[in-house]
């Protein structure tokens, strides 16, 4: 699992409440990414980090925000879920192997917003 | 926009069998295109491929690129149960290992 773990595993809130689901990993990479995954459209890429502080965003960003305080650590914060929000996320790392570069998912946070 | 699709969506096949997944992609700047395997949790890397022609294997799957047909092909052959899951095509656009993902193919392998 490349040392990846997310919390929690499974969450069920309320509409209009924040949420905030954590991505921790073990093995000092730089890169790290958030990810959503919806029955129709494989998975999308919410924001990325290429180091402590260094955030952008991917192509369905808005309504979530990120921090990344230090290597390890990567934050998805929903300010005021929605039901559209409902999903599963799932954190990834980039390692490198030689020239190559892959990504390796966490085991995803099953998210649901009633 | 970048757009990556998979084909066929949905493959029932019989134990035994071979089969080909396909994925095709209008990118800009395209770096590499990878396949996963996703079964009930996290997908897992099966083949990163950046040159065209060249098939990786490993043990009864393999994948080849076509940079002129902008597409890739994974192939599963004397197909097992264990088979059977969600095959994620991706490929890297732009840098910074961001991944576009098709929609997936989800296979079933009856026994």
């Known amino acids: 699992d490349a040392g990846i773990t997310q919390s929690p595993r499974h969450k069920v809130t309320e509409t209009g409440t924040p949420v905030t689901l954590r991505c921790h990993q073990t093995?000092?990479?730089?890169?790290m990414y958030w990810y959503r995954q919806d029955p129709g459209h494989g998975l999308r890429l919410i924001h990325y980090s290429y180091g402590v502080k260094d955030t952008d965003k991917g192509e369905v960003s808005d309504g979530y925000s990120v921090s990344r305080s230090k290597t390890e650590d990567f934050l998805l914060t929903l300010e005021s879920a929605t039901s559209s929000q409902t999903s599963v996320y799932f954190c990834a790392i980039s390692e490198s192997t030689g020239a190559d570069e892959k990504l390796f998912f966490g085991s995803g946070t099953q998210l649901s917003v009633l | 926009e970048d757009k990556v699709v998979q084909s066929p969506l949905s493959l029932v096949v019989h134990e035994g069998d071979t089969v080909t997944l396909n994925c095709s992609y209008e990118v800009t700047n395209f770096r590499s295109l990878l396949w996963y395997k996703q079964e009930k949790k996290a997908p897992t890397f099966l083949f990163m491929l950046?040159?065209?022609?060249i098939e990786k294997k490993s043990g009864r799957l393999s994948s080849i690129l076509d940079k002129k047909e902008l597409s890739s092909i994974l192939n599963i052959t004397a197909t097992q149960t264990g088979d059977s899951a969600i095959y994620l095509c991706?490929?890297?656009?732009?840098?910074?290992?961001?991944?576009?993902f098709g929609q997936g193919t989800r296979l079933t392998i009856n026994p």
């Open positions: 093995e000092n990479h730089r890169y």
């Open positions: 991706a490929v890297e656009a732009g840098g910074a290992q961001k991944l576009v």
């Open positions: 950046t040159s065209s022609g």
